[in-house]
């Protein structure tokens, strides 16, 4: 089984925490070129929903979106946020509880979601879908509580995402490595896997990239991803090197990011 599909390593190594993902979330709050936000780009699909909103997030994490978002939440709104991990929830309660919301946290698999058919208006899985073993399960079930005409916003990255960081990777490690990601829900795979559940489905692109003037928030993010982990001492000072290189010479080390969104209707 692939890490990134194995639950036990997930939640036991890879989000036993949220500092892993604190760290790649950082890169992208800091040096992203595009002034939106991702959070709030993925917010604004969801302007179009009732006041009184019945909302699941599965793979909730350390629940940024909701921190970054909370002044455009309605107050109406039912949130529901799930992770698997028990470390991944605490800190989403952490961050979440002191805004004074309502939200409810609970543990759930997305393979077997806990709630009654047609619960939801909407459920949102961001980047997270391409760590669900099951995943024809997960689709069924997420369609299974989505109330008639609800959606899903489920987010994911494409084949050019970081690619420069793969390439460092790849050759750091022996050309051993073929980089960070190796993931079966794309932006070019998702729609086929989607089509079988869902009756209308809109794809859409974040465009953005990463004008970074510093290594060590590299240097983290490669270390907070599963490749990473296998990289000796010797191999990411390799990286290191590089990239200073790169920085001296340019001034900026410029990297590229393909992410986007699935917008499936039940």
Request: hydrophobic residues 35%; contains cysteine.
């Amino acid at each position: 089984m692939s890490k990134y599909t194995d639950q036990q390593y997930l939640t036991q190594k890879q989000y036993k925490d949220s500092s892993n993902l604190d760290a790649r979330i950082a890169i992208h709050q800091r040096f992203s070129t595009n002034p939106q936000g991702w959070y709030n780009w993925i917010f604004d699909t969801l302007v179009t929903l009732p006041s009184n909103a019945n909302v699941l997030e599965l793979g909730c994490g350390a629940g940024t979106m909701w921190k970054e978002c909370v002044n455009r939440i309605p107050s109406d709104w039912v949130m529901t946020l799930t992770d698997l991990s028990d470390g991944m929830l605490d800190s989403a309660w952490r961050n979440l509880v002191p805004l004074g919301r309502s939200f409810k946290f609970e543990k759930v698999d997305a393979q077997s979601i806990p709630y009654p058919d047609q619960s939801f208006d909407i459920v949102i899985a961001n980047h997270m879908l391409y760590h669900v073993p099951d995943r024809k399960k997960g689709l069924s079930e997420i369609r299974r509580v989505l109330k008639d005409d609800g959606c899903l916003i489920a987010t994911t990255i494409g084949e050019n995402h970081m690619k420069e960081m793969n390439r460092w990777i790849y050759i750091a490690s022996d050309k051993k490595t073929k980089g960070m990601f190796s993931l079966n829900f794309t932006l070019e795979s998702g729609r086929e896997q989607l089509q079988e559940y869902f009756s209308t489905i809109e794809i859409s692109r974040y465009p953005d990239q990463l004008k970074v003037n510093e290594v060590e928030p590299i240097m983290a993010y490669i270390q907070s991803m599963t490749a990473g982990f296998d990289l000796s001492q010797e191999q990411l000072e390799k990286v290191e090197n590089e990239l200073k290189g790169i920085l001296e010479n340019d001034g900026s080390i410029f990297i590229t990011k393909d992410s986007g969104m699935f917008k499936a209707v039940k």
